[in-house]
């Protein structure tokens, strides 16, 4: 059986190795930045190798490590998203330290693809806290920054409140039913009038997780780390662990709670999870994009508007059904590429200019067509606009709900989401402005007649030059997220397919 | 062969990104020609115009039963006619396009595809891609090249269209889960769905939802206002293709989803339909009237016809909804013809637009050519017997006489402002007495340095004169197309 452990779990136990060695490699030579950054990369190659050299499906322990076709392809877009916040990482965190970094990144890593490979709430729990863990620390990796330091705290802070919410619920649930395996907790509830106990657990679960995904009114933190953390820590925040955290939250839902699911039709309306999550979806979606709209720092206006995207996202786990959930890991899939990428432009927009409000991104298409042509992708597949691939995301996601709540009950919630997403337009608009439409003498006058601090002032003009690894990401992020809008089928395909056996 | 025209505009879209600047402009215009010329050949042979033939049709998102599916009748090919002509007209009128000429011509090249796209597609989701591909372009075409609070105007344009789509949006969603019943694979093909019978209560509110969506995009009175703002704010070739092309991507898509998918949505809500129509006939004449800057006179002109598009429709005959097609096409050469003038002609010269300054210029001497055009442009504009726009709107009309005669009346006083202010603004712009003006006579001496007339303009306005008055002479041209396509429609049948 431990054999089985150790072939089964390979893709972790490669990850932890390399974490490892990264680790004593970063101790050694310092600041051997790129060394670090090859050997963590080679790492996850080899991880997602092994990945898809696991079996079909196999089941350990009573659910502890769970491996279908799903949960494969799950920890490969976990794995991919490492991959390009390695790289992303490798030119911009500081020099001094870098193999930590990397260490806690692979470590965060591990703590995801336990989360997606697990149906027992005592390892999703660790493995919760070990991303948990893992990204306070990068958030506040910057040490010299106080902003850092102001991201770090607030995450953990939050995050270890949310948490122990979380283990009180996850602890009523286990006393109410007397198992930690969600299937067993599925069969033993039923769909009883809900106990008072029951629906205290269910509520502190959901708002763990509800901190997890940035939903209102759990979305306080997302902006300050968003902004203060290192980007690269912040991009694997908001992508990765948000990625998995919805993954795992569509588990416990609709496995173990699911004959508590309720109904959240306007007419209709019964108790379970799935009024909780719409509300907690339309107060996402409303506080989300009003609060974005006031923006003025790109990476905050990511925080909102990532908000109001949990939002959205939740409308599939509310609908249910094996489409509901297909269009929610769809759509977060999307979404975490998209926010690699803008968080990746981001960067090196900030590596050149020295900040990342609107005003740095000031005619950027002069500076490199590359980056101004890739935020655009990105910002507009945000918008959710055709060809870009949130387009398709939002129909299939919004179609499902509309399909689950029998005679258009989740109308309501669809017809927000949809206003939601109509004034998102704005605020995508003014980044791509402040792109293309700006010349940089307008965000000198701005300097000038004092509307912007002149520490916040760009810090150079010239042409923005990438080298080759970085050009490369940004074009691959780019092409896909264009491929998933113009031929969404394959990536459909596969986690319906491998859906198949969830109800 | 129809659907080249969309293949080609995109390839030349993106062909230009990555072509030195001196090409751009000699690449826009021959991607816009091969267009129009695909155009023109499939409308001359179309021997079945009166069905929604297919014309490609592959297998896209199979899981969700989406499908490339693109298909033409006599309505599609006559809009994708005026599709061609504005394009090439406003390729045309963009010659002199000297700033960042290749995203320019990329955001153009997008726009006109998109609506081939939208005029051509079978499959609503298809159609809807397009139709939302349309919007950014338009914010960036805009923002960055147009004149007069041009970020206002870009903002408010691109936020009512994204509106009316987040609409349409929820109407797609509802008609793909409703016709779907569960069922994954039934996909949103329009030949199927235009025979597939939707209850009369989910249509009473699906209805009003997705003709809304499209009719903002169409200048619906009182969600208009983003047109004369954002006609006054593009560039000249903006405002073209905005007034000529992009207005029209509404109410095609009004008439061809929302009214034949919901035909009872449509007998329940067209009286209102109706209202709203004529309300913007003559309101945005009255309106218009008021104006001291040209481009807006022409803007509101532009709402007051559309209004006839809407009233077309609502009258639910054969007759309405055929004018309804053909003042589709007028006012898509009038419309693009009157902003080249006042955007081309007039105000790359002066560099204004304002009717009491213009006045005092004496521009009917100086820019002859410019003068002769506006005289046309008007004239067809007004309905004078001859030109494209009489035809289309007497078809209106004579449909409208039918159900609705009280319409017909109001729209017969709105007519008359519609003389007015074109006439008002003819005057002001090339014929003022420039001594009566404010008792000043400065009779600007300048106007002599005005530059002559270009071969590309005029080439750009022969075209769209020529369109106009072949129309307006001989309207059997289109009509032969256009009605057995409109008879073919769902409103007729039971």
């Known amino acids: ?503 | 062969m129809i659907a080249w025209t969309i293949y080609i505009t995109f390839a030349g879209a993106f062909g230009l990104l990555f072509m030195p600047r001196f090409f751009a402009r000699w690449i826009a215009l021959a991607t816009a020609l091969a267009g129009f010329t695909t155009s023109l050949l499939a409308f001359l042979d179309a021997p079945h115009a009166g069905s929604f033939a297919t014309v490609v049709r592959v297998p896209w998102i199979p899981s969700l039963g989406m499908e490339f599916h693109l298909a033409a009748d006599g309505i599609s090919l006559t809009l994708a006619l005026v599709t061609g002509l504005t394009a090439v007209s406003a390729v045309l009128f963009s010659w002199d396009v000297e700033q960042r000429p290749n995203e320019f011509f990329f955001w153009l090249l997008l726009v006109i595809g998109g609506s081939y796209g939208v005029f051509l597609s079978a499959d609503l989701f298809l159609l809807f891609v397009f139709y939302e591909l349309v919007i950014v372009p338009k914010y960036f075409l805009i923002a960055i090249w147009g004149s007069t609070n041009k970020e206002y105007g870009a903002m408010k344009l691109t936020l009512y269209s994204f509106l009316g789509g987040a609409l349409v949006f929820l109407g797609i969603a509802a008609v793909y889960v409703t016709a779907g019943k569960g069922d994954l694979v039934a996909g949103l093909d329009l030949q199927q769905l235009s025979r597939y019978q939707f209850s009369p209560q989910f249509q009473t509110w699906a209805f009003p939802v997705m003709f809304v969506g499209f009719a903002i995009l169409a200048g619906i009175w009182p969600l208009h206002t983003w047109a004369p703002t954002g006609h006054v704010a593009a560039p000249t070739a903006g405002s073209m293709l905005l007034a000529g092309i992009v207005m029209k991507l509404g109410a095609y898509s009004a008439l061809r989803v929302a009214m034949n998918l919901f035909p009872d949505g449509f007998q329940m809500w067209r009286t209102w339909i109706a209202v709203l129509g004529v309300i913007g006939i003559v309101y945005a004449a009255a309106v218009a009237l008021r104006q001291r800057d040209l481009k807006f006179v022409i803007g509101y002109s532009s709402v007051s016809h559309m209004g006839f598009v809407l009233l077309g429709l609502a009258t639910a005959n054969a007759l309405g909804l055929g004018g309804a097609v053909l003042q589709m096409f007028s006012h898509g050469v009038i419309a693009a013809l009157l902003f080249a003038v006042a955007g081309r002609m007039i105000y790359r010269r002066t560099h204004t637009r304002d009717l009491d300054t213009l006045s005092a210029m004496g521009l009917g001497r100086a820019l002859p050519f410019a003068a002769f055009c506006f005289v046309i442009a008007s004239a067809a504009s007004m309905g004078i017997p001859g030109f494209s726009g009489f035809a289309a709107e007497i078809t209106i009309l004579l449909g409208a006489w039918k159900t609705y005669p009280v319409a017909v009346l109001v729209t017969g006083a709105g007519m008359v402002l519609v003389a007015a202010f074109t006439l008002r603004a003819l005057k002001k712009t090339f014929f003022a007495d420039a001594g009566s003006t404010d008792g000043e006579t400065t009779f600007l001496s300048s106007s002599d340095g005005l530059a002559p007339i270009t071969a590309a303009e005029k080439c750009g306005a022969s075209l769209l004169i020529f369109a106009t008055l072949a129309v307006g002479l001989y309207p059997k041209l289109l009509l032969d197309r256009i009605m057995p396509a409109v008879e073919a429609l769902r409103v007729f049948k039971p």
């Not at chain 1, 790289?87 to 989360?115: C, D, K, N, P, Q």
């Not at chain 1, 000038?448 to 002149?454: E, H, I, K, N, P």
Request: proline letters at 4%; a neutral charge; charged letters at 10%.
């Open chain 1, 1 to 503: 059986m431990y054999i089985d452990l150790l072939s089964l779990a390979l893709p972790e136990a490669i990850v932890a190795a390399t974490a490892l060695t990264v680790l004593a490699l970063g101790l050694a030579h310092g600041r051997r930045v790129d060394v670090c950054s090859a050997v963590a990369a080679a790492g996850i190659l080899f991880a997602t190798a092994a990945v898809l050299m696991l079996p079909e499906e196999a089941t350990l322990f009573g659910g502890m490590l769970v491996i279908t076709p799903l949960t494969s392809l799950f920890k490969i877009i976990c794995l991919t998203l490492a991959f390009f916040t390695i790289v992303l990482a490798r030119g911009l965190s500081g020099r001094r330290h870098h193999g930590e970094f990397l260490a806690l990144l692979l470590l965060a890593t591990i703590g995801l693809m336990l989360l997606v490979g697990s149906e027992e709430l005592l390892v999703i729990f660790i493995g919760l806290e070990l991303t948990g863990l893992s990204l306070y620390v990068m958030a506040g990796f910057d040490k010299t920054e106080s902003r850092s330091a102001e991201a770090g705290l607030k995450y953990f802070l939050f995050g270890s409140t949310a948490s122990a919410f979380t283990l009180f619920g996850l602890s009523l649930i286990y006393g109410m039913s007397g198992t930690t395996s969600l299937s067993a907790i599925g069969q033993k509830l039923t769909a009883d009038p809900i106990l008072p106990l029951l629906a205290a657990g269910l509520v502190m679960t959901l708002i763990g997780f509800a901190f997890k995904i940035a939903a209102a009114p759990f979305h306080l933190w997302a902006p300050d780390t968003y902004q203060g953390a290192p980007v690269p820590s912040a991009a694997f925040i908001a992508s990765g662990s948000k990625v998995a955290s919805f993954f795992v939250l569509g588990k416990i839902v609709l496995i173990g709670f699911g004959p508590v699911h309720g109904s959240a039709a306007w007419h209709a309306m019964i108790g379970g999870w799935a009024p909780v999550l719409a509300a907690l979806a339309a107060l996402s979606i409303v506080v989300g994009n009003l609060v974005a709209l006031a923006q003025s720092n790109v990476r905050r206006l990511l925080a909102y508007s990532a908000v109001a995207h949990a939002g959205y996202t939740l409308l599939g786990l509310v609908a249910g059904g094996r489409e509901g959930f297909a269009a929610t890991l769809f759509y977060t899939t999307i979404y975490a590429f998209t926010l690699v990428g803008a968080f990746g432009v981001v960067a090196l927009v900030r590596r050149e200019t020295g900040g990342d409000d609107l005003i740095h991104f000031s005619a950027l298409w002069s500076r490199s067509p590359l980056l101004a042509g890739c935020m655009t992708i990105f910002m507009l597949s945000l918008a959710g606009l055709p060809p870009l691939a949130g387009f398709f995301g939002k129909f299939y996601l919004f179609s499902a709900a509309l399909r689950a709540g029998g005679d258009h009950g989740l109308l309501w919630l669809v017809a927000l989401a949809l206003l939601g997403s109509f004034i998102s337009l704005y605020y995508y608009l003014a980044v791509l402005k402040a792109i293309f439409v700006n010349d940089s003498e307008a965000a000198t006058l701005d300097v000038a007649l004092g509307r912007v601090g002149l520490t916040d002032r760009p810090q150079s003009r010239g042409l923005i030059k990438l080298d080759f690894l970085e050009r490369a990401t940004l074009v691959v992020l780019g092409l896909v997220v264009l491929f998933l809008g113009i031929f969404p089928d394959g990536l459909v395909t596969m986690i319906v397919a491998s859906l198949s056996p969830l109800p």
